[in-house]
């Protein structure tokens, strides 16, 4: 076994949206009510592998198929403690390097 | 291969309060012994498909076996078998190969299950994945539908439009079928004004797990005018599970060099065997769990090339008076999902196509050979053809 690093940055492969709230095991902080849906897709790390990520971007006419992406650690929830789960996702370039993940 | 069914029987696909899955399975079978004329004890062996242990909220008759306490307590050997979305293929297969061997001449395959409403909720470690794959919302089958044809339209020009011409297609064929869950035809403008779940997916392009059964009563070929005017011969069935580079549901990752689909296999290996290919085809049944899985799995199985289905679907060539005929009974869009009955509701309907006994949607100049294809979680695909 070795240890290989991997890229943070790649190419969007492809993507979706979640519109409507999962069922468990979802863990995520909303509920039906106030779950405004997140966007998703496989980043390609060139000649290494493709990874399944969240994708910060409000639509899904913000992303395109080849798009360049960037990797950031983003906040997905708190525990009842008040600890703030981070997790990380995927952000078009632009954004990522301008201002940081929303 | 040496082998015929002789027998089929239904239990309509939907929504049924006051039953469990055993009920909707004996009725299956009942009529498929009907049709067949032959009695519970007559049969010498069963097989009964259901994946409703793996998801939560699920009817509990796990073990398809328990239907001998309805049926009879003939002492019949009765297996259960239990293999993702290829279950009833994997039952059909199996009961194939008993009588193929000789081991048995007639026996029975039965696939049922009842769901939970929603989408399916499997848990991550039954998939062999970590917690935090679900707890970031990603056990969702539905993202891996949108995610592989929102590729596969980028890469071979298929169009929105095309994905809703196929539901539309496939809700007019339900409404054709008294079976079907869906009986209400929608228009292309409905399927794609309705509510988006996963883009490009909106809600009825998309099917619905559900409850219902469906069974076959298979024997020897030569056999066959025992118990049959116009016995179908099962000619192959070929299951095949994923090869590196394949893209599938609850996948953390995919390898950077594409691979192709098991249906590719499942459906090479199926024609080969049969010795028959694939523009021999009369009549078939396609999975499509969503609009675009039923356009992807027509060029992974090998009735067109990929790019084709945009022309091909606008000029009707799927429809029920097309050249290649898919889902004439509405498919999964109008029947829904009960894992393990699935696929057996495709041979049912291939079944009744080839003896001309499909009615209303009946595909016209009397077909001769059907083709079927189940494919799904974690990367199975099975495949059959059939014959008059």
Known sequence: MAVVELADRGTLFTFTTQEFLPKAPYAGPEEEAD??????????LPEQVMVETRLVAETSASVHIGMEMQLVIVP??????GTEV???????VADATGGGAR | MNVAIVGVG???????DGVTGLDLGAFAVRRALRDAGVAW??????IGGSLAGLLPGSDESVQTDQLVNVLGLSGVPFTNVHNGCATAGSALAMAAALVESGQHDLGVCVGFDRHARGHFNATPEQSGLPHWYGDLGFMVTTQFFAMKIQRYMHDFGITRDT???????NYRNGALNPNAWRQKPLSERDILESRMLNDPLTQYMLCSPDEGAAAVVV????????????PVFLRSVALRTRTFGSFEVFAPWLAVDRGHSPTVDAAAACFEQAGIAPGDVDVVQLQDSEAGAEIMHMAETGLCADGEQEAMIAAGVTDIGGAIPVNTDGGLLANGEPIGASGMRQVHEIVLQL??????????GGPTVGFTQVYGAPGVSCCTLLTT
């Open chain 1, 35 to 44: 779950f405004t849906g997140f966007l998703l897709g496989y980043v390609e």
């Open chain 1, 76 to 81: 997905f929830r708190r525990e009842p403690d």
């Open chain 1, 86 to 92: 981070m997790t990380y996702a995927f952000a078009p």
């Open chain 2, 10 to 16: 239904i239990h309509p696909f939907g929504r049924f």
């Open chain 2, 41 to 46: 004890t007559d049969v010498q062996f069963a």
């Open chain 2, 163 to 169: 994905l809703a011409r196929v539901a539309a297609k």
């Open chain 2, 219 to 230: 024997c020897r070929a030569e056999d066959a005018h025992r118990y049959a005017d116009r």
């Open chain 2, 355 to 364: 003896r001309g006994d499909a009615g209303a949607r009946q595909v016209p």
